[in-house]
């Protein structure tokens, strides 16, 4: 497929992933109301990685927006594990948190991969303490493991390391496409059950507010 094709599947499936945290945000109150808005800024922030690399502005998409999307998920992390007080976090501290390495994250090629990889120790962490394969933890640590494996794929094959004759495209914005698309059936799959069953979407909550 093209790489317009992907980023605009990618787009759908991630504005469809949004509709899910927008709803709780919207619903849900004090702390849990803050980390759902958290997790709406990651979702959407990555929608405009796709969107800018479907209209082919790729050093914004890439330079700019997927790196700034994985910091704000890192951040979501970091409020979720309970090390930052979600009381204590809002918008404007994101912003502010971030806005001084957007030069930093356009200068560094790899900091994406880097910033994923950081990620996935904090939800691989969060998935240890939580010892059930079901949890959210774990379905995000499932979600970020393909997402990285879409970029060292995509980084091999743009840098000529490795070359995939068989397969046609971008196998890396591929990875990633499959990624977006589990990302946003897992929220939705989580959120019908939660409504249907009267259970929490995202498990251990309760502690990580305390």
Do not use: C
Request: proline share 2%.
């Amino acid at each position: 497929m093209l790489e317009s094709q992907l980023h605009f599947i990618s787009a759908i499936a991630i504005f469809l992933a949004a509709i899910v945290p927008i709803y709780l945000t919207l619903k849900l109150k004090d702390n849990l109301r803050k980390l759902t808005l958290m997790l709406t800024i990651f979702i959407l922030t990555h929608a405009i990685f796709h969107v800018t690399g479907f209209f082919g502005f790729n050093f914004l998409a890439e330079g700019v927006f997927e790196p700034l999307s994985v910091a704000v998920l890192i951040f979501f992390g970091i409020a979720f594990s309970g090390f930052t007080r979600p009381s204590k976090v809002g918008i404007r501290n994101i912003v502010l948190v971030w806005s001084p390495t957007t030069l930093f994250l356009i200068i560094m090629s790899n900091i994406t991969l880097i910033l994923l990889l950081v990620a996935l120790g904090i939800f691989v962490w969060l998935a240890a303490r939580s010892k059930k394969i079901r949890s959210f933890q774990f379905q995000m640590s499932i979600f970020l493991i393909v997402w990285i494996l879409g970029e060292i794929t995509g980084s091999l094959q743009d840098s000529g390391v490795v070359i995939f004759p068989v397969l046609q495209g971008d196998i890396g914005l591929e990875i990633h496409t499959v990624s977006m698309v589990f990302f946003s059936i897992m929220l939705w799959f989580r959120f019908y059950y939660s409504e249907r069953s009267g259970k929490k979407m995202i498990e251990g909550l309760d502690a990580t507010l305390r």
